[in-house]
Nanobody
Framework: QVQLVESGGGLVQAGDSLRLSCAAS????????MGWFRQAPGKEREFVAAISWSAGSTYYADSVKGRFTISRDNAKNTVDLQMNSLKPEDTAVYYCAAPKGMIPRWTMKSLLSYDYWGQGTQVTVSS
């Protein structure tokens, strides 16, 4: 069992930066990949970024590549998402997620690979 709690969302202007944090509790965090997903009103939940269990590999959606950076601190059981050059289209509820165990890299972008989800944090970017 893993509990995930996101924080750091808020209202910002286009071009600003925001850092989201996900705090995890449980014994599987350090051995699991972690992902960030987002969902805008009326739209499907979509992949944003993921990081391997060892933090040696990161993956990003094309829409955020070059602007967002995912990182993790296994000692503190946290995973962060640094978001720079924010755009209005980044407005969404952002969720962090974790699988039950290690997963192959080709599955890290899929919602179905993740078993534990946070409650979400709202990010709103004004023009």
């Amino acid at each position: 069992q893993v509990q995930l709690v996101e924080s750091g969302g808020g209202l910002v202007q286009a071009g600003d930066s925001l850092r989201l944090s996900c705090a995890a509790s449980g014994r599987t965090f350090s051995s699991s990949a972690m992902g960030w997903f987002r969902q805008a009103p009326g739209k499907e939940r979509e992949f944003v970024a993921a990081i391997s269990w060892s933090a040696g590999s990161t993956y990003y959606a094309d829409s955020v590549k070059g602007r967002f950076t995912i990182s993790r601190d296994n000692a503190k059981n946290t995973v962060d998402l640094q978001m720079n050059s924010l755009k209005p289209e980044d407005t969404a509820v952002y969720y962090c997620a974790a699988p039950k165990g290690m997963i192959p890299r080709w599955t890290m972008k899929s919602l179905l690979s993740y078993d534990y989800w946070g409650q979400g944090t709202q990010v709103t970017v004004s023009s």
